[in-house]
Each structure stands twice: as C-alpha cells, then as structure tokens.
C-alpha cells in the first residue's frame, strides 16, 4: 500500500496553507521546501507503517485459512483406524507446516517490499526536496 503525492500535497494545501494564511507571515522559498520535505517524509513513514500492519493483518488472515485447511483435512480423517488414521493424520499435519511456513515466507516479502518502498519513497522526498531548493535560487 502506498500513498500518493497527491495525498502529500492535500496535507500540505489544508494543513499548512491555512495556517500560514492566519499567521499573516511570509516564508521563504527554502523554508517551505523544508515544510514540503518533512510533510513528505511524514506521508512516507505513515504509508510503510500502514504497509507493515497490512502485511501482519494479511499473514494472519492466512494462518488461519492454514488452520482451517488443516481441520478440513483432519475431518477427512474421521471413521479411520490405526495406520490409516495414523497417515491421514500426519498429512493433514504436513499440510499444515507446509502452510504455515508458506505465509511467513510470504510475510517476509511483503515486509522487504514494505521496506524497499519506504526507501523509494524517503529518497523520492529527498530528490523532491532538491529540485525545490534548486527552484528557489532562481
């Protein structure tokens, strides 16, 4: 999940706008590139929060599709006796670790996109904030 531009720019226009416009002050071109720089990073670091809650949310979710799969399996089980018992058992178990080990790899990926986003998006801010102090030498 990621948060657009846009999304920084509407903060920046009602957050920072109106109150500028009561404080009846001028600012100069480097300190509202600064402004937009940390409204950026704020966007940035709130979109990869949301981003690992969503991976966590997603995995757990998914654990309990895996034990839901695994009692299914284990019902399948049901009027079985000795190694037949024993052997529908042991797949549904196998399935199970299967499973489980499948949603943290799974975790795992989602959470280094998660991460690998936030710095896309951190550099993206910094890329941003340059070419807007470059602006204002002009």
Request: with cysteine.
């Amino acid at each position: 999940m990621r948060l657009s531009r846009g999304l920084a720019v509407l903060l920046t226009t009602t957050l920072l706008v109106p109150a500028l416009a009561r404080a009846q002050c001028e600012i100069s071109c480097q300190v509202e590139c600064q402004q937009e720089l940390s409204v950026c990073k704020a966007t940035a670091l709130l979109a990869a929060r949301g981003g690992r809650v969503a991976c966590e949310s997603d995995a757990n979710l998914a654990q309990v599709d895996c034990q839901a799969t695994a009692l299914d399996e284990k019902s399948d089980c049901v009027g079985l006796c000795g190694t037949e018992l024993n052997d529908c058992l042991a797949a549904a178990q196998a399935e199970l670790k299967d499973c489980r080990a499948s949603v943290k790899e799974d975790l795992s990926l989602c959470k280094t996109d998660v991460a690998q986003t936030a710095v896309d998006d951190q550099a993206s801010c910094d890329d941003d904030a340059a070419n807007c102090d470059a602006l204002c030498g002009d």
